[in-house]
T-cell receptor
Framework: QKEVEQDPGPLSVPEGAIVSLNCTYS??????FMWYRQYSRKGPELLMY????GNKEDGRFTAQVDKSSKYISLFIRDSQPSDSATYLC??????????????FGKGTLLTVNP | SQTIHQWPATLVQPVGSPLSLECTVE??????LYWYRQAAGRGLQLLFY??????ISSEVPQNLSASRPQDRQFILSSKKLLLSDSGFYLC??????????FGSGTRLTVV
């Protein structure tokens, strides 16, 4: 079993739809959870950052972490064509000295159609 | 504010030629630095990480090497490129918490 599983999609939705992106993981020591957005031919940019369980909201984006189920989600409300990108989940147990290695999902390609 | 610079943006190199990709970080000191390669369908592969000057750890045996001659400078090199070295190379940095900031990437095509 891979440490982080993420459905690669592609996912295609109409403008204004609610988008749900998910990752599952196997390492119960993970405590830091992130979502990155990557536009084509660009570096990933940090979208959401969560420590431990719970929800975090930022504008149209909501990140949820359910540590009991080892499941994290990113919701996008009122999706826009500009949200079309690959979304990568990432997580860390925060250990390893000062290394802070992240484990990434493979990314989900999202297209929002106008 | 902190910024990360990575260049060049694109590179086309013949097989057997050398490689040097550079990454610099501004606005922070003693960052953790990382080199990743991203291939279609394979996600992000960690190649090297560094927690300090001349402190480099390799994650995957390969045709590449990394160096950190200065606190905020990270260089990815190869003496002889292989076709399999083609890909999208990303530099990243982190500080006290496990949260990365990525550079804009270099798309390398070995021909």
């Amino acid at each position: 079993q891979k440490e982080v599983e993420q459905d690669p999609g592609p996912l295609s939705v109409p403008e204004g739809a609610i988008v749900s992106l998910n990752c599952t993981y196997s390492n119960s020591a993970f405590q830091y959870f992130m979502w990155y957005r990557q536009y084509s031919r660009k570096g990933p940019e940090l979208l959401m950052y969560t420590y431990s369980s719970g929800n975090k909201e930022d504008g149209r984006f909501t990140a949820q972490v359910d540590k009991s189920s080892k499941y994290i989600s990113l919701f996008i409300r009122d999706s826009q064509p500009s949200d079309s990108a690959t979304y990568l989940c990432a997580m860390s147990d925060g250990s390893g000295g000062s290394n802070y290695k992240l484990t990434f999902g493979k990314g989900t390609l999202l297209t929002v159609n106008p | 504010s902190q910024t990360i610079h990575q260049w060049p943006a694109t590179l086309v190199q013949p097989v057997g030629s050398p490689l040097s990709l550079e990454c610099t970080v501004e606005g922070t000191s003693n960052p953790n630095l990382y080199w990743y390669r991203q291939a279609a369908g394979r996600g992000l592969q960690l190649l090297f990480y560094s927690i300090g000057i001349d402190q480099i750890s390799s994650e995957v045996p390969q045709n590449l090497s990394a160096s950190r001659p200065q606190d905020r400078q990270f260089i990815l090199s190869s003496k002889k490129l292989l076709l399999s070295d083609s890909g999208f190379y990303l530099c990243a940095w982190s500080s006290q918490i496990p949260r990365y900031t990525f550079g804009s990437g270099t798309r390398l095509t070995v021909v």
